[in-house]
């Protein structure tokens, strides 16, 4: 059979063939991950199973990333259960303090995901990892738990939503474009229980972090996971994080795909997700009228170093519109340091904003940036539902790293063409 | 398996963070989240619920986060099991781990209005609409989720695997 690239990729986890999408299949897991909100509910799981001890203590992560450093009470309470069973069970990728950002910034940083994986996280953006070529999804805490205690998980083959990019990529557009554009198109159901693999000329050409945002948002279509191929470019970049011994790994050509999509982006604009679904995608220009009291540059979509310097290069010089909050938060201690050592954090600092340690912080509506009611936030985030960063009457944009940065400069939503 | 309650109809792609906000995801406790339940919708949502009422939604329910957190928090609130056009794939497992039936009835969900007295019987497949009168089928659930549900959900499940 010639296989898409999930198909592939579980094949390789499973001694049962896949024959067709749909099957049912017990897969073995990489790695399993949990952070300071899922954790605590996966490890009530675990004393439930009556487990003593995880499947391999080097195959877990737990990352204490969503209201660290703790917000409060509660949060602090919470961290302190995750911390005590790492100690408990000796898992040696454990992550509080001065080593912890976005779980799905600093996994890969960390070496510990790679091309051909799979990889199960109480976390939805599990998903960015496929930006490497691995299988990787969210499954709830007690999943999770599941996959800590056997170091397996069952999954229905997906069947797969090609989508193909072509064309030239125009100035200040990138990966966060191409799949807000996408989810405009498909719908915030369109990909449900599917798998996306994205490939053409332009995804050739993107780079390794811009993958990673790309694959990060697939859940917002729907899907199961977003995969790219792994490529020359993917090996060296696991290479530089300390990684070896990886291969390349692509869908068969020809293989089965349930949809298949092309679109020529030689005339996008960047793309706005407007509130309340990240389906509701415009191009920049159509939204340009609309006054924003915050904006938010982080996330585990866009807070790595390629995401700070984009936006660094277009408010170099500049000033935070008056009135406005800018909020940047590198997504993980490494991409912190490089924007440090490159002059990243003065210009930053200069223009008027306000740097946070890595968190996931306001994305979710944890902490270091809620909006009161009636406020406005273009973000670089993934979601724009109702409340999810703060009053329920407040609402919030969704925008590549550029756009958030032109948009801090006028405190109207911007072309970075435009200044 | 059957069920008898009052329905409250929630719209499209009612999200996690609809269904329990992040704010309220410092406690694992089901009763205690059961009391938050869609205050990300609209706020006092929950005191509309008597224990055993039916939760009916549109389509994807359950998008967005992992957080099982959401299907504990309607479990909380006192509903049962779940009728919608469709459900969120994370969403769905982690109802039937945590206990939580889902019906999925696809467009025959229009049939069922806010507040109708509904009696449904899982084993033969039918929903019998009191106060309309009508009577609707469903989707069957997937044997492999309905033996994780009548086995106690997923912990009991691992638990028998792990003792053996």
């Known amino acids: 059979m010639r296989q898409t690239l999930a198909q592939k990729i579980l094949q390789r986890h499973t001694d049962q063939p896949i024959t067709a999408d749909g099957q049912i299949v017990q897969c073995r897991v990489s790695l399993v991950l949990a952070n300071d909100i899922t954790a605590p509910l996966a490890i009530k799981s675990i004393r439930g199973m009556g487990v003593k001890k995880v499947f391999d203590k080097d195959k877990v992560a737990l990352v204490c990333d969503h209201f660290t450093p703790n917000k409060d009470i509660d949060s602090a309470e919470q961290v302190k259960v995750v911390r005590d069973f790492a100690r408990e069970m000796d898992i040696t990728h454990y992550y509080e303090g001065g080593n912890v950002g976005v779980e799905h910034a600093i996994l890969p940083e960390y070496g510990l995901v790679g091309p051909g994986d799979i990889i199960v996280g109480a976390d939805s953006h599990t998903c960015t990892y496929g930006g490497l070529g691995a299988f990787a999804t969210g499954l709830g805490s007690t999943d999770v738990a599941a996959a800590m205690a056997l170091g397996e998980t069952w999954f229905k083959v997906p069947e797969t939503i090609r989508v193909n990019f072509t064309g030239k990529l125009p100035e200040h557009v990138g990966g966060k474009d191409l799949i807000l554009f996408t989810i405009g198109q498909t719908g915030v159901a369109g990909a449900l229980y599917k798998a996306l693999e994205f490939g053409g000329e332009v995804i050739d050409d993107l780079s390794v972090e811009a993958r990673m945002t790309m694959a990060n948002m697939a859940i917002e279509a729907g899907g199961k996971v977003g995969l790219f191929a792994a490529d020359e470019k993917t090996l060296e970049y696991c290479r530089a994080h300390g990684r070896d011994g990886d291969e390349p790994i692509a869908a068969d050509p020809g293989a089965a795909y349930w949809k298949e999509m092309t679109f020529d982006v030689s005339s996008f604009s960047p793309q706005i997700a407007c509130p309340h679904l990240p389906d509701n995608v415009k191009p920049v220009e159509e939204v340009s009228d609309v006054r924003v009291d915050q904006v938010v540059l982080g996330s585990c979509t866009n807070g790595r170093i390629s995401d700070l310097r984009e936006a660094a290069a277009i408010i170099r010089g500049r000033k935070v519109a008056k009135g406005v909050r800018f909020i940047v938060i590198p997504a993980s201690p490494g991409a912190y340091s490089m924007a440090l050592d490159e002059g990243l954090l003065r210009i930053f600092l200069d223009a008027g904003a306000i740097i946070s340690p890595p968190t996931c912080g306001p994305c979710l509506g944890g902490h270091m940036g809620i909006l009161a009611g009636g406020e406005r936030c273009l973000a670089t985030t993934n979601r724009n539902f109702k409340g999810r960063m703060g009053s329920l009457k407040s609402e919030v944009y969704l925008a590549n790293p550029a756009v958030a940065a032109a948009t801090a400069v006028t405190g109207f939503i911007t072309h970075p063409g435009k200044l | ?164």
């Open chain 2, 1 to 164: 398996m059957t069920f008898k309650g009052k329905t409250h109809v929630v719209g499209d792609h009612i999200d996690t963070d609809a269904i329990i906000p992040a704010r309220f995801l410092v406690t694992a406790d089901t009763a205690e989240l059961g009391k938050n339940c869609f205050e990300g919708l609209e706020e006092g949502w929950v005191k509309r619920v008597t224990p055993g009422d039916i939760l009916v939604a549109g389509e994807n329910f359950g998008c967005g986060s992992s957080r099982e957190h959401a299907p504990l928090a309607i479990i909380g609130a006192g509903m049962p099991v779940v009728l919608a056009k469709s459900y969120a794939r994370i969403f769905y497992r982690n109802a039937f781990n945590m206990g939580l039936l889902l019906l999925e009835l696809g467009d025959d969900i229009a049939r069922i209005k806010d507040g109708d007295e509904l009696e449904i019987d899982v084993a033969a497949g039918k929903i019998a609409n009191l106060t309309s009168g009508e009577t609707i089928g469903f989707n069957p659930v997937p044997k492999f989720m309905m033996d994780m549900l009548s086995g106690g959900g997923l912990v009991e499940y691992v638990k028998r695997k792990v003792e053996q």
